[in-house]
């Protein structure tokens, strides 16, 4: 079992930059995709970046060039940079954890979810 714990959300204004970090504890990391999804109320929950065991990063058109993701095996830990902030990007962010990803876009393709954490950016 993997437990998944996102910390760093918060509000701040269009343009500005937040870091989310999600920490594991359980097992190691190193042999999982990790991946960031985010949802808004009544909406699909959708893909933003992942990275896989080699740290080969992956992003959603939509944040490519504004987000990096990363990952520290050591520390068992896997972060977002998020960078010129905009107000759609508001939303409650969740860490993954998977292995085996086929489909990395695909929620069904990840074992382990964190509880999420609230980022709101506002005009």
């Known amino acids: 079992q993997v437990q998944l714990r996102e910390s760093g959300g918060g509000l701040t204004q269009a343009g500005g930059s937040l870091r989310l970090s999600c920490t594991a504890s359980g097992r190691s990391i190193s042999n999982y995709r990790m991946s960031w999804f985010r949802q808004v109320p009544g909406e699909e929950r959708e893909f933003v970046a992942a990275i896989s065991r080699d740290t080969v990063p992956t992003y959603a058109d939509s944040v490519k060039g504004r987000f990096t993701i990363s990952r520290e095996d050591t520390k068992n830990m896997v972060s977002l940079q998020m960078s010129s902030l905009k107000p759609e990007d508001t939303a409650v962010y969740y860490c993954?954890?998977?292995?085996?990803?086929?489909?990395?876009?695909?929620?069904?393709?990840?074992?382990?979810w964190g509880q999420g954490t609230q980022v709101t950016i506002s005009a």
């Open positions: 993954a954890a998977g292995r085996g990803v086929m489909e990395i876009t695909a929620q069904s393709e990840y074992d382990y």
